[in-house]
């Protein structure tokens, strides 16, 4: 099988150009079928493994004319996590709107016209929620974005569902929480204090948290979501009922109780390089973001959440730091 990835040079595209070479993707009989060619796309693609089954395209994914050229009649599936994050997205409207939103459907369209069929498995977000939410947010409860960014994913989890209905793709869209520990330099996503609140600590570095150690926030490891990607293009069409969106479970955990995981794996030292430092913009977005969910239709297709925080901050420690952290 041939597949596109796009953000294939982001830290969870490179897992994920990774596990496809590795494993394959499993047909609905359960037989692993290999992946014989990975299309990589992304501005820069620097850390992706030295294979020659990856062919790198290094390029705007919002051009029409490079995804002419990464979807193709012998495409068999796409990955698209390619998008401009929250604070991104805010602070330039037409960028958000020309990669979220534009670049979304010229690749819906160009399966459509080449590879009508193929499996298309779209990196949306819990940003879609928002405005008077209950407590805990339920498969059914509607989508109603605060931001660009949530706005610009729940129009793609729309086109997804209806090109899917008229059978132009086979769709799959995974509402994503915020995903820790992510490793290098802070993004413009909102949600980036999660990572850097672990990450700097753990190597050194002191670190600023932007909202109050009571907020509140669903995680997901990036081996999880790694895994839920293979999992969601792995699900017969099917099985996924009304709508090809699902929201993935994770965990729900404040602030506190995340630098208690710290604390609890890398000790008191590591723990005080965190100070607060309140940064209304960045609060005012997360506060419309929900907590707490009930995710039974992602865990009925088999999507599962990480047992715990220190779970998920000893597996950065092993895949990122190499086993070792600065005491």
Same mark, same amino acid.
């Given at each position: 099988?041939?597949?596109?990835? !796009?953000?294939?040079?982001?830290?969870?595209?490179?897992?994920?150009?990774?596990?496809?070479?590795?494993?394959?993707?499993?047909?609905?009989?359960?037989?692993?079928?290999? $992946? !014989?060619? $990975?299309?990589?796309?992304?501005?820069?693609?620097?850390?992706?493994?030295?294979?020659?089954?990856?062919?790198? @395209?290094?390029?705007? !994914?919002?051009?029409?004319?490079?995804?002419? *050229?990464?979807? !193709?009649?012998?495409?068999?599936?796409?990955?698209?996590?390619?998008?401009? @994050? &929250?604070?991104?997205?805010?602070?330039?409207?037409?960028?958000?709107?020309?990669?979220?939103?534009?670049?979304? *459907?010229?690749?819906? #369209?160009?399966?459509?016209?080449?590879?009508?069929?193929?499996?298309?498995?779209?990196?949306?977000? $819990?940003?879609?929620?928002?405005?008077?939410?209950?407590?805990?947010?339920?498969?059914?409860?509607?989508?109603?974005?605060?931001?660009?960014?949530?706005?610009?994913?729940?129009?793609?989890?729309?086109?997804?569902?209806?090109?899917?209905? =008229?059978?132009?793709?086979?769709?799959?869209?995974?509402?994503?929480?915020?995903?820790?520990?992510?490793?290098?330099?802070?993004?413009?996503?909102?949600?980036?204090?999660?990572?850097?609140?672990?990450?700097?600590?753990?190597?050194?570095?002191?670190?600023?948290?932007?909202?109050?150690?009571?907020?509140?926030?669903?995680?997901?490891?990036?081996?999880? $979501? @790694?895994?839920?990607?293979?999992?969601?293009?792995?699900?017969?069409?099917?099985?996924?009922?009304?709508?090809?969106?699902?929201?993935?479970?994770?965990?729900?955990?404040?602030?506190?109780?995340?630098?208690?995981?710290?604390?609890?794996?890398?000790?008191?030292? @590591?723990?005080?390089?965190?100070?607060?430092?309140? #940064?209304?913009?960045?609060?005012?977005?997360?506060?419309?973001?929900?907590?707490?969910? =009930?995710?039974?239709?992602?865990?009925?297709?088999?999507?599962?959440?990480?047992? &715990?925080?220190?779970?998920?901050?000893?597996?950065?420690?092993?895949?990122?730091?190499?086993?070792?952290?600065?005491?």
């Amino acid at each position: 099988m041939q597949v596109t990835v !796009t953000g294939a040079g982001g830290f969870i595209g490179k897992r994920l150009v990774r596990r496809l070479l590795e494993r394959g993707i499993a047909s609905p009989d359960g037989k692993a079928q290999a $992946v !014989t060619k $990975v299309v990589a796309c992304d501005l820069a693609l620097a850390g992706l493994p030295n294979d020659p089954r990856i062919q790198r @395209v290094e390029a705007d !994914t919002s051009s029409p004319e490079v995804v002419a *050229r990464i979807v !193709t009649p012998v495409t068999g599936a796409v990955f698209h996590l390619a998008a401009i @994050v &929250s604070v991104g997205a805010e602070e330039d409207f037409e960028l958000g709107m020309r990669v979220n939103f534009d670049a979304t *459907r010229a690749l819906l #369209d160009a399966c459509r016209r080449s590879a009508p069929g193929a499996k298309f498995v779209f990196a949306s977000s $819990v940003a879609v929620y928002g405005g008077e939410l209950p407590a805990v947010v339920e498969d059914g409860t509607p989508p109603a974005p605060q931001t660009s960014y949530g706005t610009q994913k729940a129009i793609g989890e729309l086109l997804i569902n209806d090109y899917s209905r =008229r059978g132009f793709v086979d769709g799959r869209a995974l509402r994503l929480p915020t995903i820790v520990v992510r490793p290098g330099r802070p993004n413009k996503a909102a949600s980036t204090f999660a990572s850097s609140i672990i990450r700097d600590p753990l190597e050194g570095r002191e670190v600023a948290c932007p909202v109050p150690a009571e907020t509140a926030m669903c995680l997901l490891s990036p081996r999880k $979501v @790694v895994e839920a990607f293979v999992r969601a293009a792995e699900i017969p069409a099917g099985e996924w009922g009304w709508t090809r969106v699902a929201q993935l479970p994770g965990l729900t955990l404040t602030v506190r109780q995340m630098l208690d995981a710290l604390r609890e794996v890398a000790g008191e030292n @590591v723990v005080k390089r965190v100070r607060f430092e309140p #940064d209304e913009r960045i609060m005012r977005i997360v506060a419309t973001w929900p907590t707490a969910f =009930r995710s039974a239709k992602g865990q009925r297709l088999g999507f599962t959440a990480d047992g &715990s925080m220190q779970e998920i901050i000893r597996a950065f420690i092993q895949d990122e730091l190499s086993g070792k952290f600065v005491a």
